[in-house]
C-alpha cells in the first residue's frame, strides 16, 4: 500500500522506457488516494477489492454496487494508511511470535491448522505472505487502537454494581462470614495505624498457619463487643458491609482476607461458607520466581548459566527472597522477593504456565525458558478458588467496556481521519 509518489514513473524509467512507451505495453499503476505522505494505488485498492468481494461471498452477502464499493473500500484503506502511519511514528512494530499466533487463530477460526490454511491460500492462488502481510497490518492497527482509544475507556466498579442491580443478580449468592476487627483510635497517628496494622497481619498468619482457628482468635482479641466468635452470620451479597462488597465475593470457603482498613480500625474476613448460584471453580497457584533476562552485556547462554547457579543455591538452603532481590529481572517482583501471589496459569506465558502446573509443591524448578528469559520457580501452594462473582463482573465489565470503546472509535476515526491530509482521487481519469 505505501508507495512513495515517483515508483511508477522512476520504475518506468530505470528500464530504459520512457513511461508512455511502458503504458502502451502494460497498463500504468496510478494514485488513487494521498494520505500524508503516502499514496494508495490502483493496484492496492483492485486486490482489496476483490477481497471483499469474496469475503461476502462466502458469507452470501450481495456486494454493493461498483462505485460505492470502491468508494467504501478506498475509505477504509485511507483510514488504516493513517493508523499505521501514526503507529509507524510510535515506534510500535509486530514480533514473530504474535504474527505466527495471530496466524494461528486465523488457521483455528477456519477449523484448520496453519499448513492445512497454506495449502488452502495455494489453492485458491492467495500468497501467504501477503496474508501474513495484511494479518501484521491488522496487529498493528488493533495495537494502536488499544494504546489510543481503550486508555481513554475507564469502567468505574459503581456501573458494574448498577448493571448488576439492574439483572438482580446480586441477590443470588449468600454468604456466611465471620469477622475480627482491631480497632484505631479517633484521628490515629502514623505509629498507631502501623501498629494496628502489624497485630492484624499477624492474627491473620496465625489463622492461616492453623494455630488457633478465626473464631478462636475473633473470641480473643476482636473488639467488636456484638459478636460471639466473630460471626456474622449469613448475609445477601447486597446486604453485605460496603467495606466488604469488593472483597468477599472474590473469597473461596475457608479464606481470611487481608487487613481492610476502615475508620473504626483494620477488619479480618473469613467467608465460612457460600451459597447460591452456580460456582466457577479455577485452579491458583501461589509461587514465586527469579527471572534472569538476557540484555546487551548478558548473552541468552551467560543468563541460562546464571539461573542455573540460583537455582543450585536455592536447593541448597540459600533464602529464595534474597536471591530474587539480588538477581531477578522482574522488577515488578523482585523487591518482594520474587512473589508472584496466587495466580491462574492461564494468565502467563505458555511455558511458565506448564511449569506451573507441573512443579511439586515446594520444589525448586530447572531455569524455564519463555520469551522474557530464564525463570527459576517454587511453587508454595494450590488451591481451587470459587471465582463466580469474579467471572460475571469480569463479563459485565467487558461488556460495558465494548460498548463504550465502539463509541470512543467512532470518535477518535473522525479526529484521525479530520487532522490527516488527504487527496482522493479516485474520480481522476487521468494517470497519476
Given at each position: 500500500?505505501?508507495?512513495?509518489?515517483?515508483?511508477?514513473a522512476?520504475?518506468a524509467?530505470?528500464?530504459?522506457l520512457?513511461?508512455l512507451?511502458?503504458a502502451?505495453?502494460?497498463?500504468?499503476?496510478?494514485i488513487?488516494?494521498?494520505?500524508?505522505?503516502?499514496?494508495?494505488m490502483?493496484?492496492?485498492?483492485?486486490r482489496?477489492?476483490?477481497?471483499?468481494?469474496?469475503q461476502?461471498?462466502t458469507?452470501?452477502?450481495?456486494?454493493?454496487g461498483?462505485d460505492?464499493?470502491?468508494?467504501?473500500?478506498?475509505?477504509?484503506?485511507?483510514l488504516?494508511d493513517?493508523?499505521?502511519?501514526?503507529?509507524?511514528?510510535?515506534?510500535?512494530?509486530?514480533?514473530d511470535?504474535?504474527?505466527?499466533?495471530?496466524?494461528?487463530?486465523v488457521?483455528k477460526?477456519?477449523?484448520?491448522?496453519?499448513?492445512?490454511?497454506?495449502?488452502?491460500?495455494?489453492k485458491?492462488?492467495?500468497s501467504?505472505?501477503?496474508?501474513?502481510?495484511?494479518?501484521?497490518?491488522?496487529?498493528?492497527?488493533s495495537?494502536?487502537?488499544?494504546?489510543q482509544v481503550?486508555?481513554?475507556?475507564?469502567?468505574?466498579e459503581?456501573?458494574?454494581d448498577?448493571?448488576?442491580?439492574?439483572m438482580?443478580a446480586?441477590?443470588?449468592?449468600?454468604?456466611?462470614?465471620?469477622?475480627?476487627?482491631?480497632?484505631?483510635?479517633?484521628?490515629?497517628?502514623?505509629?498507631?495505624?502501623?501498629a494496628?496494622?502489624?497485630?492484624?497481619?499477624?492474627?491473620?498468619?496465625?489463622?492461616?498457619?492453623g494455630?488457633?482457628?478465626f473464631?478462636?482468635?475473633?473470641?480473643r482479641?476482636?473488639s467488636?463487643?456484638?459478636?460471639?466468635?466473630?460471626?456474622?452470620?449469613?448475609?445477601?451479597?447486597?446486604?453485605?458491609?460496603?467495606?466488604?462488597?469488593d472483597?468477599v465475593?472474590?473469597?473461596?470457603?475457608g479464606d481470611?482476607?487481608a487487613?481492610?482498613?476502615?475508620?473504626?480500625g483494620?477488619h479480618?474476613v473469613e467467608l465460612?461458607?457460600?451459597?447460591?448460584?452456580?460456582?466457577?471453580?479455577?485452579s491458583?497457584v501461589?509461587?514465586?520466581?527469579?527471572?534472569?533476562?538476557?540484555?546487551?552485556?548478558?548473552?541468552?547462554?551467560?543468563?541460562?548459566?546464571l539461573?542455573?547457579?540460583?537455582?543450585?543455591?536455592?536447593r541448597?538452603?540459600?533464602d529464595?527472597?534474597?536471591?530474587?532481590r539480588?538477581?531477578?529481572?522482574?522488577?515488578?517482583?523482585?523487591?518482594?522477593?520474587?512473589e508472584?501471589?496466587?495466580?491462574n496459569?492461564?494468565?502467563?506465558?505458555?511455558?511458565?504456565?506448564?511449569?506451573?502446573?507441573s512443579?511439586?509443591?515446594g520444589?525448586?524448578s530447572?531455569?524455564?525458558?519463555?520469551?522474557?528469559?530464564w525463570?527459576v520457580?517454587?511453587v508454595?501452594?494450590?488451591?481451587?478458588?470459587?471465582v463466580?462473582?469474579?467471572?460475571?463482573?469480569?463479563?459485565?465489565?467487558q461488556?460495558?467496556?465494548?460498548?463504550?470503546?465502539?463509541?470512543?472509535?467512532d470518535?477518535?476515526?473522525?479526529?484521525?481521519?479530520?487532522s490527516a491530509?488527504?487527496?482522493?482521487?479516485?474520480?481522476?481519469?487521468?494517470?497519476q
Amino acid at each position: 500500500m505505501r508507495k512513495t509518489f515517483l515508483a511508477p514513473a522512476g520504475l518506468a524509467l530505470l528500464m530504459g522506457l520512457s513511461p508512455l512507451g511502458y503504458a502502451a505495453s502494460q497498463p500504468l499503476d496510478r494514485i488513487v488516494a494521498v494520505v500524508n505522505q503516502d499514496a494508495i494505488m490502483q493496484s492496492d485498492l483492485d486486490r482489496r477489492i476483490e477481497q471483499v468481494k469474496k469475503q461476502l461471498s462466502t458469507r452470501n452477502v450481495q456486494a454493493p454496487g461498483g462505485d460505492a464499493l470502491r468508494q467504501q473500500v478506498l475509505d477504509r484503506m485511507i483510514l488504516e494508511d493513517i493508523q499505521l502511519q501514526m503507529a509507524k511514528k510510535a515506534n510500535m512494530s509486530v514480533d514473530d511470535d504474535q504474527l505466527s499466533q495471530a496466524l494461528r487463530q486465523v488457521a483455528k477460526g477456519n477449523n484448520m491448522t496453519l499448513d492445512q490454511f497454506q495449502a488452502m491460500l495455494k489453492k485458491q492462488g492467495v500468497s501467504f505472505d501477503t496474508v501474513r502481510d495484511q494479518v501484521r497490518r491488522e496487529l498493528l492497527v488493533s495495537m494502536l487502537q488499544k494504546q489510543q482509544v481503550a486508555s481513554r475507556v475507564t469502567i468505574p466498579e459503581r456501573e458494574v454494581d448498577q448493571y448488576l442491580d439492574k439483572m438482580g443478580a446480586q441477590d443470588q449468592a449468600s454468604y456466611h462470614l465471620a469477622h475480627i476487627l482491631v480497632t484505631l483510635p479517633e484521628n490515629p497517628t502514623s505509629a498507631q495505624v502501623n501498629a494496628a496494622r502489624e497485630k492484624a497481619d499477624a492474627l491473620r498468619q496465625k489463622i492461616r498457619s492453623g494455630q488457633q482457628s478465626f473464631a478462636q482468635v475473633a473470641a480473643r482479641v476482636s473488639s467488636d463487643p456484638t459478636l460471639e466468635g466473630g460471626d456474622l452470620g449469613w448475609r445477601p451479597r447486597n446486604e453485605l458491609p460496603t467495606i466488604f462488597v469488593d472483597v468477599v465475593p472474590g473469597m473461596s470457603a475457608g479464606d481470611v482476607s487481608a487487613p481492610i482498613r476502615s475508620s473504626s480500625g483494620f477488619h479480618l474476613v473469613e467467608l465460612v461458607e457460600k451459597k447460591g448460584g452456580q460456582q466457577q471453580l479455577i485452579s491458583q497457584v501461589d509461587a514465586r520466581h527469579i527471572l534472569i533476562s538476557p540484555n546487551p552485556n548478558r548473552s541468552d547462554a551467560q543468563a541460562q548459566a546464571l539461573a542455573e547457579k540460583v537455582s543450585r543455591e536455592l536447593r541448597q538452603g540459600a533464602d529464595f527472597g534474597a536471591l530474587a532481590r539480588q538477581y531477578s529481572d522482574d522488577k515488578g517482583t523482585a523487591l518482594n522477593g520474587g512473589e508472584l501471589g496466587w495466580t491462574n496459569p492461564s494468565d502467563v506465558v505458555p511455558a511458565f504456565a506448564k511449569a506451573l502446573e507441573s512443579l511439586p509443591q515446594g520444589q525448586i524448578s530447572e531455569p524455564v525458558k519463555s520469551r522474557f528469559g530464564w525463570h527459576v520457580i517454587e511453587v508454595e501452594g494450590r488451591r481451587q478458588r470459587d471465582v463466580t462473582e469474579d467471572s460475571q463482573r469480569e463479563q459485565i465489565r467487558q461488556k460495558l467496556f465494548e460498548r463504550k470503546v465502539n463509541e470512543e472509535l467512532d470518535s477518535w476515526l473522525q479526529e484521525i481521519r479530520a487532522s490527516a491530509y488527504v487527496d482522493n482521487r479516485l474520480n481522476d481519469t487521468a494517470v497519476q
